[in-house]
């Protein structure tokens, strides 16, 4: 998430790195769909969160909408090639509803009476990548895994 202001310039690419009922404002925008695609968004840390997108035509051949600096505005997702063309207008208009959501958000309110900084962009989207189903690992490596970890013995210690 990020602050804009009202011409979607970029005020903090990280609203102030504060995640005061972050969650909330990620559930607001959460569970989305635009042009037969689903979006998830869930909160991870801070300002941050990840998205998930669902459907059918998507493609990671899409460029970022986030500027990587301030005082700039919020880019418009643009195809990298014909396949990307879907999932750009997708990116563009998640982040055009996200906004008219989250603006007027009462958590955005309250933040700001607070002195905080309203997260009031969705996240400015950047690297776009593709789920896959790994190959298994027995049959890669022609073992079977396996996994013993270690722990501080300093607790143990007397």
Same mark, same amino acid.
Do not use: Q
């Given at each position: 998430?990020?602050?804009?202001?009202?011409?979607?310039?970029?005020?903090?690419?990280?609203?102030?790195?504060?995640?005061?009922?972050?969650?909330?404002?990620?559930?607001?925008?959460?569970?989305?769909?635009?042009?037969?695609?689903?979006?998830?968004?869930?909160?991870?840390?801070?300002? /941050? %969160? =990840?998205?998930?997108?669902?459907?059918?035509?998507?493609?990671? #051949?899409?460029?970022?909408?986030? @500027?990587?600096?301030?005082?700039?505005?919020?880019?418009?997702?643009?195809?990298?090639?014909?396949?990307?063309?879907?999932?750009?207008?997708?990116?563009?208009?998640?982040?055009?509803?996200?906004?008219?959501?989250?603006?007027?958000?009462?958590?955005?309110?309250?933040?700001?009476?607070?002195?905080?900084?309203?997260?009031?962009?969705?996240?400015?989207? /950047? %690297? =776009?990548?593709?789920?896959?189903?790994?190959?298994?690992?027995? #049959?890669?490596?022609?073992?079977? @895994?396996?996994?013993?970890?270690?722990?501080?013995?300093?607790?143990?210690?007397?």
């Amino acid at each position: 998430m990020a602050t804009v202001d009202d011409n979607w310039n970029v005020l903090d690419r990280r609203a102030g790195r504060n995640d005061y009922r972050m969650k909330e404002l990620f559930a607001a925008i959460d569970n989305m769909e635009i042009d037969g695609v689903r979006i998830r968004v869930t909160h991870t840390v801070e300002h /941050r %969160g =990840a998205a998930l997108f669902s459907g059918e035509n998507l493609s990671v #051949k899409v460029s970022n909408t986030d @500027p990587h600096k301030e005082n700039v505005r919020v880019e418009k997702a643009e195809a990298h090639d014909k396949t990307g063309e879907h999932i750009a207008k997708v990116l563009n208009e998640l982040t055009k509803k996200a906004y008219e959501i989250l603006k007027g958000h009462p958590v955005n309110k309250e933040r700001v009476s607070k002195g905080m900084k309203p997260a009031n962009i969705p996240p400015l989207l /950047r %690297g =776009a990548g593709e789920c896959f189903k790994p190959e298994p690992f027995e #049959k890669r490596f022609g073992v079977k @895994p396996v996994c013993v970890a270690g722990g501080s013995s300093a607790r143990y210690t007397k």
